[in-house]
């Protein structure tokens, strides 16, 4: 018994010690050399090169074991952190029953991007893009007390989402691993606090995978709710745009960001209406040289159609801001209480025939037959330029209020680079972003229309409150090489690297150069560090290439000083080498992995 109680503790040992290693001649790796023709961005390319991903299908990818093993770093990460928040985790299947996306009226609101399917029987179920449902249903069927809350629960799965156009690799794909975590509270003093252990658990999250990021105000979205921030990590090839402020510290997406309305002198007076002759004239840039007035003096216009949740027109849009400022869609959408799907730039003819409007020309005086959304600061400007909704005329001297009037007043407009900022009036600043988290206070949206209560300490039924927290794993993946890399490759920050150590072998077939390599490769490991060694049968030149594309943070080159027991250290993000004893070689990289662990 002693002695098969000693052997299964030996089994574990070297069980472990096998997870740290890997010889290259054993391992499942290929590595391009050239640009794949359909990767643009550095993440997508180096992943690609280094055979850490491969491609199934547009926007559809297969981990390989380096790319498997940074994910899973990835995700212990999260692991580690939601699981210290307090957080519970579970695993959810990915196929849902439309009956739950129906309950909370979303069924249609996710739109074309939601995958459909049918079983035999006919019965509808959707590959879950989100599960707010799901995690809802659980939680109605199985809390009925208020001392059964708070709690919190997430999940690491993947998502399914059919972009109309998968790019970017796992930056913008259709299948793609998500965490997401939902809390349910009491009350929205609960709520508040669940929210903020779950945006302090996201910075440290993120912080400890290497990121420069930052966390902003953003619109909520198809997720709903009233209050969302998006975590951010900087990059200028990010699909997200970012405005900030140094002076007061506000930060949103362009999507979310306010944006202070200009307003004409008080003593300004009205003008009466005056009809001008603009031939060719379509722009605002144009209008604006041919009457010889600032572009701030005009209003633009822009046409749209609107369709119903089952894809069928419902009607026309046309809104209107000054004309150098830039429509916010987000924000037209949000007015409009519709979702993306939803709207489209409308055929000028078509719109022409049912609303008066001229594509060109249109302005807001006598149109009919349509929405039309006037951005909140056309009410507080005198005497601008508009279409006169007859070709090749404009007219002079618009007011609001007076000439025309709106059906909805919105801040549709996009707060731009240099702008005042709407707290404080300092220069605002732009900067482009990945996102790879997002947080939001649902409230009891999905309670309320799912029926999800709790019985408070008086027996009364009362809804429970909800919050959602999404990381996107795959993308964060991808985040991290776009903030890491080099010309030659990835520089991988040591918490997510798949390996931490690359020990590369000049010349395989020189006894002596092996030897040192598996001694150094030994020592490592028996210290529990996760160490690659490079013994294949190649030209030198080739595995240096391989070691600078994979980016494993320390290189140790085992060459001609082996005799001496004298080695080349590297580290990946560093331009310098050393030589140093094999020795000192291995405590330097020892202490260094545990340092940056």
Sequence with gaps: MEETKKYDKQSIHESRKRDYTMRLSKMHLKTLREVPNEAELASHILLLRGGMIRKLASGIYGYMPLGWRSIRKIENIIREEMDKSGSQEVLMSAIQPAELWQESKRWFVYGPEMWRVKDRHEREFCLGPTHEEIFTDIVRNEISSHRQLPVNLYQIQTKYRDEARPRFGLMRSREFIMKDAYSFDKDEEGLDESYKKMYETYERIFTRCGLTFRAVEADTGAIGGSNSHEFTAISEVGESEITYCNACKMAATTEKAEVADECSEEDVKEIPLEKIYTPNTKTIAEVAQYLDIDEKKTIKALLFVTHNDQGEKSG?????????????????????????????????????????????????????????????????????????????????????????????????????????????????????????????????????????????????????????????????????????????????????????????????????????????????????????????????????????????????????????????????????????????AIEKAKKTVLKER
């Excluded at 972003?433 to 009364?460: P, R, W």
């Excluded at 999404?470 to 993308?475: E, F, Y």
């Excluded at 997510?496 to 390599?517: F, H, R, W």
């Design 316 to 584: 026309y849009a046309i809104a209107f801001i000054r004309g150098d400022r830039e429509l916010n869609e987000v924000k037209l959408i949000n007015a409009l209480g519709i979702h993306e799907h939803q709207i489209e730039f409308a055929d000028e003819a078509e719109i022409a025939d049912a609303t008066g409007a001229v594509g060109g020309f249109t302005g807001p005086i006598g149109l009919v037959n349509c929405t039309v959304v006037i951005d909140s600061e056309l009410t507080k400007l005198k005497n601008l330029c508009a279409g006169a909704n007859e070709k090749n005329y404009h007219i002079k001297n618009v007011n609001y209020g007076r000439d025309y009037k709106g059906d909805i007043i919105a801040d549709i407009k996009t707060l731009k680079a240099n702008d005042p900022c709407p707290k404080c009036g300092a220069p605002v600043k732009h900067a482009r972003g990945i996102e790879v988290g997002q947080v939001f206070k649902l409230g009891t949206k999905y309670s309320d229309s799912m029926g999800a209560v709790y019985k408070d300490e008086n027996q009364k039924d009362k809804p429970i409150v909800m919050g959602s927290y999404g990381i996107g794993v795959s993308r964060t993946l991808a985040a991290i090489i776009e903030q890491n890399h080099d010309e030659n490759g990835i520089i991988w920050p040591m918490p997510v690297a798949p390996y931490e150590v690359m020990i590369t072998v000049v010349k395989v077939k020189d006894d002596v150069q092996m030897e040192l390599a598996e001694k150094m490769y030994d020592e490592l490991v028996e210290a529990g560090i996760e160490v690659l060694l490079d013994d294949r049968d190649e030209r030198v030149g080739v595995k240096f290439k391989d070691a600078d594309l994979l980016g494993v943070p320390i290189r140790i080159t085992v060459g001609k000083g082996a005799t001496n027991k004298l080695v080349e250290y590297k580290l990946r993000r560093d331009v310098e080498k050393v030589e140093l004893h094999m020795e000192e």
